[in-house]
């Protein structure tokens, strides 16, 4: 079993930056090869993956809609991963999640959804005014 508990959410304004934490604990002996991702939900709005991360070599994968403006990294050493956020827009308003799953499969997969994730964090609120 693996537990997350995501940190860092908050208030900002539009064009703003914030940074997310996730920070693993449990059965992280592997936590190297875990594959972890973010996923966000706004209010009305499906589950929304991200990106992902696989810690044992730091490999990303982003969608669309946030490559080059949001960056996952991980700390090893801490269990943790990060999600920088640059240049928020209103719409980025949500509650953001981290996730983990034992494989690394799961990051080379071209899309992702809520089911290929067992493990999740309960969630951080982001909200960005205009």
């Known amino acids: 079993q693996v537990q997350l508990v995501e940190s860092g959410g908050g208030s900002v304004q539009a064009g703003g930056s914030l940074r997310l934490s996730c920070a693993a604990s449990?059965?992280?002996?592997?936590?190297?090869?875990?594959?972890m991702a973010w996923f966000r939900q706004a209010p009305g709005k499906e589950r929304e993956a991200l990106g992902t991360?696989?810690?044992?070599?730091?490999?990303?994968a982003y969608s669309d809609s946030v490559k080059g403006r949001f960056t996952i990294s991980r700390d090893r050493d801490r269990n943790r991963m990060s999600l920088d956020m640059d240049g928020l827009k209103v719409d980025d308003a949500a509650m953001y999640y981290c996730a983990a799953d034992a494989s690394w499969l799961k990051c080379v997969q071209v899309q992702w959804s809520e089911s290929d994730f067992p493990y999740w964090g309960q969630g951080t609120q982001v909200t960005v005014s205009s």
């Open positions: 991360i696989y810690i044992g070599t730091g490999e990303t």
């Open positions: 449990g059965s992280t002996a592997s936590f190297s090869g875990l594959c």
